[in-house]
């Protein structure tokens, strides 16, 4: 079915902006392994010129939690954390402190996924709706929910 992927900029009102999260296909040079990658959109392109090309977006990427694994011929594979059946996620940075993000293709968005923030006893007081994605460091990828639902 169609989904809908927002990425509103920086504005005042919304001073991180509003990204929407999901779930991306994976190709790795080493090992020809498609995979999934869970990444932010914060901005979707439109390249000017013809023919038009597929849109493109800019996206910033979340690790899955090695806490949670399992082995499969000597590779990791993550797994749900136990007792809630959810994967573990974080913010993957650059070694100067900002977000790993790249340009890629509209076309390798496989679904719109929902992050819940994880925190401990109570949330943060300086998060909000708007800036939890930023606030937050760990995530839960609610697999018993999606966008449309």
Same mark, same amino acid.
């Given at each position: 079915p169609t989904q809908t992927v927002q990425a509103v900029p920086v504005s005042e009102r919304l001073p991180f902006g509003r990204a929407n999260t999901v779930l991306v296909s994976h190709e790795t040079l080493l090992t020809f392994f498609i995979g999934y990658l869970v990444a932010q959109v914060r901005a979707i392109l439109q390249p000017i010129c013809? &023919?038009? *090309?597929?849109?493109?977006?800019?996206?910033?990427?979340?690790? =899955?939690?090695?806490?949670?694994?399992?082995?499969? #011929?000597?590779?990791?594979?993550?797994? &749900?954390? *136990?007792?809630?059946?959810?994967?573990?996620?974080?913010?993957? =940075?650059?070694?100067?402190?900002?977000?790993?993000? #790249?340009?890629?293709?509209?076309?390798?968005?496989?679904?719109?996924?929902?992050?819940?923030?994880?925190?401990?006893v109570k949330a943060p007081k300086e998060m909000t709706c708007d800036n939890c994605l930023d606030v937050g460091r760990e995530f839960y990828l609610n697999s018993f929910a999606d966008k449309e639902t």
């Open positions: 013809h &023919p038009v *090309p597929p849109p493109l977006i800019y996206v910033e990427f979340f690790n =899955f939690s090695n806490l949670h694994y399992y082995m499969v #011929d000597n590779i990791h594979i993550a797994a &749900p954390a *136990p007792k809630i059946e959810m994967f573990l996620v974080q913010r993957r =940075f650059q070694s100067n402190g900002r977000p790993l993000g #790249d340009i890629i293709p509209l076309d390798n968005v496989r679904q719109v996924v929902q992050l819940i923030p994880k925190f401990g």
